[in-house]
């Protein structure tokens, strides 16, 4: 573009000093017509890169989810093929569910028994307080006989065998009430022990059997979004261990973001909002629209890890790094009814974005993009 710019002007040159000869031709001319070249093709480059910054750095993201599963065991089934699109849910790997669907029924039968014994602890309370109720009446039998019998002997009509007799029963009978006011207190704390609507011991199995459940779920691996696998190189026979070290496939969300980055002076003018226009190599001779997002005023330059020493400084008479640039995230939009292209993951590209400023030299920002558009489609190499 800007050789266009440059061309006009000299054309414009040429027809008022050459061919009009409006003005004289000499050294002066040719210094101020020089001079007002280098000035205009200035001003219009710095105007341009503040109105519609430009970027050369246009990614197209994917996020990827490394497919391991929560539980180990013989892979009975591939149901994909990698680069093959799936939709959320659709099953990708099965996983022999034998030793889970076992440990299944395990606490299942094992919760019916529990719940057979959680109806008895009604019974075995009631138990408890009968029993106690008829330890606590032999009690008062044998203090009152006792007492009956200490009053005889001392008025000499009872003798001593009876009084420590009777003092013996009292004895068992006080130890024979206390156990059975203990294994009351058993029973009630049994009885009341419940977790929501469940006595303790029965929500304790019914949750191992739900941990259970998941895991025999779990043996059938699913897709965690709409997209493809790729890297599919389990078949039927392998072991499938849930560790992250030995992912089974990547899977590649259809969900895109598009990212530009710009210098960190370019920016001052950009609002979440405003026009985009961007072309990838991937897709040559394509404009796609877009709009501002956001911007990501963050970069790595200024992150201080949390570490406990003191961070490190920049030696002396070294140069400085040079600074990071900062993102844009773009979201692509349909025009004029075109719908958004599938735009492969990794693309990279070339873009601008169109601020409120100045707007009738927005037109510079978009035949430059064109221009790039038109020679994505060569391909510069050797045959």
Not at 17 to 36: C, E, L, M, R
Not at 107 to 120: H, N, V, W, Y
Not at 249 to 254: H, P
Not at 282 to 291: H, V
């Amino acid at each position: 573009m800007l050789e266009l710019i440059l061309g006009g002007y000299v054309a414009i040159i040429w027809f008022v000093f050459i061919k009009k000869k409006w003005f004289p031709w000499n050294i002066k001319s040719q210094i101020g017509s020089a001079i007002g070249g280098v000035l205009l093709l200035a001003s219009i480059i710095f105007t341009v890169n503040l109105i519609t910054p430009g970027s050369e750095d246009v990614r197209v993201i994917n996020f990827v989810t490394e497919v391991v599963p929560r539980v180990q065991g013989t892979i009975t089934k591939v149901a994909v093929e990698g680069n093959t699109m799936v939709k959320k849910g659709d099953i990708l790997i099965e996983i022999d569910p034998k030793p889970y669907q076992l440990k299944v029924s395990q606490l299942e039968a094992q919760l019916q028994d529990t719940l057979a014994s959680a109806k008895s602890l009604q019974q075995n309370y009631d138990s408890s307080k009968a029993n106690t109720s008829a330890a606590n009446a032999h009690l008062d039998l044998m203090s009152k006989r006792l007492a009956e019998s200490t009053e005889l002997a001392k008025t000499g009509a009872g003798n001593r065998y009876d009084v420590e007799y009777y003092q013996a029963e009292v004895l068992k009978a006080k130890s024979a009430y206390d156990s059975t006011k203990s294994s009351e207190k058993i029973a009630k704390l049994k009885l009341n022990a419940v977790i929501g609507e469940d006595n303790a011991s029965v929500a304790q199995i019914k949750s191992q059997l739900e941990s259970a459940q998941y895991d025999l779920e779990s043996c059938t691996v699913r897709a965690p979004a709409d997209g493809f696998p790729v890297a599919v190189t389990v078949r039927p026979g392998n072991y499938a261990v849930s560790m992250p070290l030995r992912p089974l496939m990547s899977f590649v969300w259809y969900d895109q973001r598009i990212i530009a980055f710009f210098d960190q002076n370019e920016l001052r003018f950009v609002k979440p909002g405003n026009d985009v226009e961007l072309t990838l190599k991937a897709l040559p001779g394509k404009i796609i629209y877009g709009k501002v997002d956001s911007i990501i005023w963050a970069s790595s330059q200024g992150q201080i890890a949390q570490s406990g020493s003191v961070p490190t400084a920049p030696a002396e008479m070294l140069h400085a790094p040079l600074p990071l640039k900062y993102a844009v995230k773009i979201t692509p939009i349909e025009m004029d009814g075109e719908p958004i292209p599938t735009m492969p993951m990794g693309a990279r590209g070339m873009g601008g974005l169109y601020t409120e400023h100045l707007k009738p030299l927005h037109i510079v920002r978009m035949l430059v993009i064109r221009l790039h558009a038109i020679l994505n489609n060569l391909v510069f190499k050797l045959p």
